[in-house]
């Protein structure tokens, strides 16, 4: 199983500039989510689903949308890209919902730099 | 989610077995308790879980006193390559506890 695969793994955005960030996992998991971590930093939430068409916003939503039309797939779309977004992306996958008996599962990240 | 408290930062040299401590006072009954491990330039790995007294497996051992205001991270006689950030979180199954939150961690500094 390849687990949760992210695409790019590196990626360079002009200010304003928009772009997907991709996710997908093979787990067959409901609860997915991406969480962004600053140099130096712990993770912060930036948005989740507990399943197919089900979405909520984390910690830090502001300049991120997503949307969960399948189970596999949970893509990150940043509108208009802004040097704060700076950031390594990680998504998350978990059999139900986290914390409990069902551990996360992560990806390896999509470093972004927007200058 | 319970609100986590664990050392920013530790050090240990090769062979050493290491504790990692963990406090978290406003556990609730059907939270539980579990560790993380993140290599740099990598996401988190699941390390291990455990709800009260003790957990082993192949990686690390947990043990949870009975008030389970706390628990503590054991790994045995580490080596260079367990250099990493370890976080701990407590949280539960239920409907309401679905944005898990991380903390900081505690990162592990392992010298020769």
């Known amino acids: 199983n390849a687990g949760v695969t992210q695409t790019p793994k590196f990626q360079v955005l002009k200010t304003g500039q928009s772009m997907t960030l991709q996710c997908a996992q093979d787990m067959n998991h409901e609860y997915m989510s991406w969480y962004r971590q600053d140099p130096g930093m712990g993770l912060r939430l930036i948005h989740y689903?507990?399943?197919?068409?089900?979405?909520d916003q984390g910690e830090v939503p502001n300049g991120y949308n997503v949307s969960r039309s399948t189970t596999e797939d949970f893509p990150l779309r940043l509108l208009s890209a802004a040097p704060s977004q700076t950031s390594v992306y990680f998504c998350a996958s978990s059999q139900g919902t986290p914390g409990g008996r069902s551990p996360l599962h992560f990806g390896n990240g999509t470093r972004l730099t927007v200058t | 989610l319970a609100k986590t408290t664990q050392p920013i930062s530790m050090d240990s040299y090769e062979g050493q077995e290491v504790n990692i401590t963990c406090s978290h006072n406003?556990?609730?009954?059907?939270?539980?308790i579990t560790w993380y491990q993140q290599f740099p330039s990598q996401g988190p790995r699941f390390i291990i879980q455990?709800?009260?007294t003790k957990v082993t497996n192949e990686v690390a051992s947990l043990f949870i006193p009975a008030d389970r205001k706390s628990s503590t991270l054991s790994l045995p006689r580490v080596s260079l390559s367990d250099t990493a950030v370890y976080y701990c979180l407590v949280g539960d199954e239920g409907t309401g506890r679905r944005a898990l939150t991380f903390g900081s961690g505690t990162r592990l500094q392992v010298q020769p």
């Open positions: 406003n556990i609730a009954t059907n939270d539980y």
């Open positions: 689903s507990v399943g197919a068409g089900i979405t």
């Open positions: 455990g709800y009260k």
